[in-house]
């Protein structure tokens, strides 16, 4: 059984940095694409950053230059390094490989 577990999320002033990580189980990462997602209150979700099995990324262009994905084959790990945070980037952040999806991990920006 795939499970996909994030953590790292929590309380961030502006301008800061936070890693967010997933570790998955039950499964090899690597083989599918991988991605990270968000959900704010009252909006829909939408695709943070991905990476593709061979390694090339993309990124929302609200996030460029700012977030980074990263996997750990070794590990079974994908990463999320998120700086210069905004108010605008608090939102439930989840992991997504092939079809499974993490519980999800809440970031909040405020000052």
């Known amino acids: 059984q795939v499970q996909l577990v994030e953590s790292g999320g929590g309380l961030v002033q502006p301008g800061g940095s936070l890693r967010l990580s997933c570790a998955a189980s039950?499964?090899?990462?690597?083989?599918?694409?991988m991605g990270w997602y968000r959900q704010a209150p009252g909006k829909q979700r939408e695709l943070v950053a991905t990476?593709?099995?061979?390694?090339?990324?993309n990124y929302a262009d609200s996030v460029k230059g700012r977030f980074t994905i990263s996997r750990d084959n070794g590990k079974n790990m994908v990463y999320l390094q998120m700086n210069s945070l905004k108010p605008e980037d608090t939102a439930v952040y989840y992991c997504?490989?092939?079809?499974?999806w993490g519980q999800g991990t809440q970031v909040t920006v405020s000052s």
């Open positions: 039950g499964t090899i990462l690597g083989i599918f694409d």
């Open positions: 990476m593709t099995s061979n390694g090339n990324t």
């Open positions: 997504k490989y092939h079809t499974y």
